[in-house]
């Protein structure tokens, strides 16, 4: 029963409220005295000759529990173990303090103890306090077992959220790489000198893929990059049915947003706007700052009606909406609606809180015709 190993050093707090709580006994005993008028000099001697031994057998058991990891066993085990050691700890107890009233203190006979029945009665006391003392200590120790669950279950849910988000972007990574191979397939009998551009576009926009796999935000510069790459890939089949219009606010190129969200939203433009048409159609892509709400604001309108199968949403769009969500939760919005103001419209907004990545992107210099002078121009 007494066998154990090792246990770690109390705290701070420990020794606080060990102290204060038989502070707090030894003023309830003082009490007690002058209730009886018994308080005297000898009494608060044998007072302190009470609270002292208390103290140490405590302490000793909360070492014994730690040693032998008694918070860890089930409540009967427990229970048996406290019933035997709160026994033999009340009994050594009232030993060692009459040894010690006895033969140290030598109070006058009102203070000294005398007979069995004040024995057994005094045990049944301190086997009492022993009982109160292990409730507030397994208390504390499960308390703070429970907020360090609560803290482990974060944790386990923030590694979860990260698992997902790399899920969701290895979802949409696929689905836009075999459409740009799809199209340069096309091409390479008609064209091998384009082709090969397209094979370099291409190139490009896997090594983004690969190289911003564990990255969680870009910076919009780079993602506008991969947008005129994708662009470029899609005029291969497209030609002159894609006219595409670039108007971004300079304030914004150090916006941060997840990899991918941009283009995913051309790529959707396109696939269901733009190429299902015989006359083909225009892609908007603007951005800029809302200052009151400190937010970035993306919009993609392009040519084409917004007709959503009733319960069914595409997957890209779905795992765009879960990444955002997951990221910012509230705080950022995806919508496709069809745009109230231009007729035949489709209008994508993308509301993000507003984080600016801290070092300028090397190649700003190299897509300045990004900025608010709106650009436009015929793919292919």
């Known amino acids: 029963m007494f066998a154990y190993t090792s246990a770690p050093a109390p705290s701070r707090l420990y020794w606080r409220a060990q102290l204060l709580g038989w502070f707090l006994y030894a003023v309830f005993n003082v009490v007690l005295f002058g209730a009886f008028g018994k308080l005297s000099a000898d009494t608060l001697l044998v007072t302190v000759t009470i609270v002292i031994p208390l103290l140490a057998l405590t302490h000793w058991l909360r070492y014994h529990i730690r040693a032998n990891a008694w918070e860890r066993l089930p409540p009967l085990p427990l ?3 406290l019933l035997l050691t709160n026994l033999i700890l009340s009994v050594l107890s009232q030993v060692i303090i009459w040894a010690l009233i006895i033969w140290v203190v030598r109070p006058v006979r009102d203070g000294e103890p005398h007979g069995w029945a004040q024995f057994i009665g005094y045990t049944l006391n301190v086997n009492f306090v022993l009982w109160l003392w292990e409730g507030f200590y397994f208390g504390w120790h499960y308390l703070l077992s429970y907020k360090q669950a609560e803290v482990d279950k974060w944790k386990l849910t923030a590694a979860v959220r990260e698992a997902e988000m790399r899920t969701l972007k290895a979802q949409i990574n696929p689905h836009f790489m075999f459409n740009g191979l799809n199209n340069i397939r096309a091409l390479v009998m008609e064209d091998p000198g384009r082709a090969r551009q397209m094979i370099t576009h291409l190139s490009d926009l896997l090594r983004y893929s690969i190289q911003l796999n564990s990255a969680e935000q870009v910076p919009l510069i780079r993602e506008l990059e991969i ?3 994708y662009l470029e890939l899609e005029a291969v089949q ?8 670039l108007d971004v606010d300079e304030a914004t190129l150090q916006a941060l947003i997840p990899p991918m969200t ?3 939203l051309v790529e959707n433009a396109i696939k269901h ?3 299902p048409r015989p006359q083909g159609g225009k892609i908007a892509l603007t951005a800029h700052l809302e200052l009151a709400n400190q937010a970035l604001l993306i919009t993609v309108r392009n040519t084409g009606r917004y007709e959503p199968n009733v319960g069914h949403k595409g997957l890209g769009l779905h795992n765009a909406q879960e990444r955002l969500s997951l990221l910012f939760g509230e ?3 995806l919508t496709i609606t069809n745009d109230p103001l231009t007729l035949d419209t489709v209008l994508a907004q993308v509301r993000l809180p507003l984080v600016l990545h801290a070092v300028t992107t090397p190649n700003a210099a190299n897509l300045s015709h990004f900025l608010s002078s709106s650009h436009e121009r015929i793919a292919g």
Not at 238 to 245: A, G, M, P
């Open 273 to 275: 706007g733009i190429a």
């Open 238 to 245: 497209l030609e002159e049915r894609l006219t595409y219009s």
């Open 262 to 264: 941009l283009q995913l």
């Open 331 to 333: 705080q950022a919005q």
């Open 227 to 229: 947008v005129e790459h």
């Open 79 to 81: 229970l048996g173990r």
